[in-house]
């Protein structure tokens, strides 16, 4: 569904582009052996600036990959075209807030619909949706005239092999090219769409015209490859593109266009081998005299929030030792208090604010030590540092000292690795005779090989997102999400199978499609819940013996109290 628009986006590109270009290019190709006005900026390497509180945290953030060195420099964030996360500084918007203070899947569908739809018109659906794959952008061909900026913006800064066309992917799915400049709701503008700080102070003037334009493409192009080559590529391309953009899915994005781009640019060494979004994993062991003194399930929560949450291995025995500090790893509260604040010690506030189901059990509960350490987490992560979360926690030096002290005493040892996270759909390789699905040994379906083509992307869909936790709202305020609700689930099957724009809460999927059931997928949808049937899979959220969020399962449907729709055609 997606590269239908962008097509006829590329196409009005053209037009955009010769005329943002005409002198420009003309003047670019006469001096492209001479540098350019601007160049005098050395590149520097990233500055390692104090972060500021994060306003508008989404609650279940993606998860991040950390290199051994610093993969993600603390930079101003450049972009502010495509998501839906508020930048550093800005106040919560009120659908955020409705988000925070949801008590229900419905309150949580609506608020993040709201969040997505703040943006109005300025920025397309496709570019603000990811790509379910890379074969989807090779129907929006890059502009012939922007080619040889790309190629010189990467030559210039260093920027590797794939410099070119990744440049492309950012200005693809930014802007499209040109053709839609913004500025975003949240003020970023420009070819790039940088915002209006980071242009201050990392704008180029490359064409020589006296001016450092955002709404010039050769400005605004060498601007971000001086941006990218500061936050780290080509040695860690990933690091550079999530520093434009804080989001693993933008991340996806950018990638598989740079991918369909990479020939029309003149990269033919283009690959994403090793670029692949992925979670850290922590597996620790604490200090000799404090292994019994953990308890194994409080030691898991603390290795799964400070992986979720960038906080490292200083954060495994951070939240370690603010768990002992608070409640003796629990056993100091009373059930009531357990119920109040948690093992954690987490004031009202701070649930309101930060709260995460960590355990993926489509709720939050207080005394959980999942969802304890995990909120905890995310709150420090706000913050921008270790030290400066456990001071927002209780706002105390005295505190952190206490905290940072004991940390050092518990800290043991911790083995790092990384799994990755699959952020596209996987095809459907596994296909069965008949008309029906199954459940293979590892929770994914295989495809009806009778199925028509969109049925078997509908399940291939669902497959990349089976096994991910419940979340509310997950998937809502873009199609990508670490966590998804019910209707998000569902949404992005359809969507996969190309036959939904974006996401629906469980109320307007009552009306979505054609009454009654349907051959191939059969939705089941009212105000608070919904799922759906495809290939006689049944793909819900509900919790079985595999957790709670989206999984299949082999029982029937339970269809009293539910509207019954399907696809036309299906």
């Not at 397309?124 to 379910?132: C, D, F, K, V």
């Not at 070119?164 to 970023?188: C, D, K, Q, R």
Request: aromatic share 8%; proline share 7%.
């Amino acid at each position: 569904m997606r590269a239908r628009p962008r097509k006829l986006r590329s196409l009005a590109a053209a037009a955009t582009v010769a005329a943002a270009l005409a002198l420009p290019i003309a003047a670019a190709a006469a001096e492209s052996a001479n540098p350019v006005r601007g160049e005098s900026l050395e590149v520097p390497a990233p500055e390692m600036k104090e972060a500021t509180p994060e306003a508008g945290v989404t609650e279940n953030s993606p998860l991040v990959p950390e290199g051994e060195a610093v993969r993600h420099p603390k930079l101003p964030p450049a972009s502010g075209g495509t998501t839906a996360e508020a930048d550093i500084g800005e106040q919560p918007t009120k659908a955020e807030e409705e988000l925070e203070g949801a008590e229900s899947e419905l309150e949580a569908d609506e608020a993040a619909e709201k969040i997505a739809a703040e943006g109005g018109d300025k920025a397309a659906p496709a570019l603000q949706i990811p790509a379910l794959s890379a074969s989807a952008c090779a129907a929006a061909a890059v502009p012939q005239q922007l080619v040889p900026i790309y190629q010189r913006a990467s030559a210039q800064y260093g920027l590797g092999s794939q410099g070119a066309a990744v440049l492309a992917g950012i200005n693809a799915v930014e802007t499209a090219f040109g053709t839609n400049l913004g500025p975003s709701s949240a003020g970023a503008e420009g070819w790039m769409q940088f915002m209006p700080s980071t242009w201050a102070e990392w704008g180029v003037d490359a064409n020589g015209d006296g001016v450092a334009d955002p709404d010039n493409p050769e400005d605004a192009i060498f601007s971000a490859a001086r941006y990218l080559a500061a936050a780290g590529m080509p040695a860690d391309t990933y690091g550079a593109i999530y520093a434009y953009n804080h989001a693993d899915w933008y991340v996806s994005e950018v990638l598989a266009d740079a991918g369909c781009y990479a020939a029309e640019v003149g990269d033919t060494s283009f690959t994403a081998a090793g670029l692949t979004p992925q979670i850290e994993v922590l597996k620790c062991q604490a200090a000799p005299g404090w292994k019994k003194e953990i308890p194994a399930e409080y030691l898991e929560a603390f290795e799964a929030a400070a992986a979720r949450y960038e906080l490292g291995k200083r954060g495994v025995w951070a939240l370690a030792a603010i768990a002992r500090l608070e409640s003796n790893f629990g056993s100091g509260m009373s059930k009531k208090q357990l119920e109040v604040t948690g093992p954690l010690g987490l004031e009202a506030s701070e649930w309101k604010q930060f709260r995460v189901d960590g355990n993926g059990d489509g709720h939050i509960r207080h005394a959980d030590i999942f969802d304890s350490a995990l909120t905890l987490a995310r709150e420090i992560w706000s913050k921008g540092s270790l030290e400066a979360g456990v001071f927002a926690h209780n706002q105390a030096a005295w505190y952190v000292e206490e905290v940072m002290s004991e940390a050092e005493e518990i800290e043991g040892g911790c083995k790092t690795s990384y799994v990755d996270w699959r952020v596209s759909p996987l095809a459907a390789e596994t296909t069965v005779a008949g008309a029906e699905a199954v459940i293979q040994p590892n929770g994914l379906a295989a495809a009806p090989a009778s199925a028509p083509p969109a049925v078997k992307a509908a399940i291939a869909a669902a497959n990349s997102i089976a096994t991910t936790p419940y979340v509310w709202g997950g998937g809502h305020a873009s199609f990508y999400s670490y966590g998804y609700d019910c209707s998000g689930a569902v949404s992005f099957a359809l969507y996969g199978a190309g036959l939904l724009d974006s996401p629906l809460t469980s109320g307007s999927l009552e009306s979505y499609g054609e009454p009654g059931p349907g051959k191939w997928i059969t939705i089941y949808a009212n105000a608070e819940h919904t799922y759906m049937v495809i290939g006689g899979l049944r793909w819900d959220t509900v919790g079985d013996a595999n957790g709670t969020g989206p999984r299949w399962h082999a029982e029937p449907p339970y269809p009293q109290g539910f509207v019954v729709r399907h696809p036309a055609g299906y």
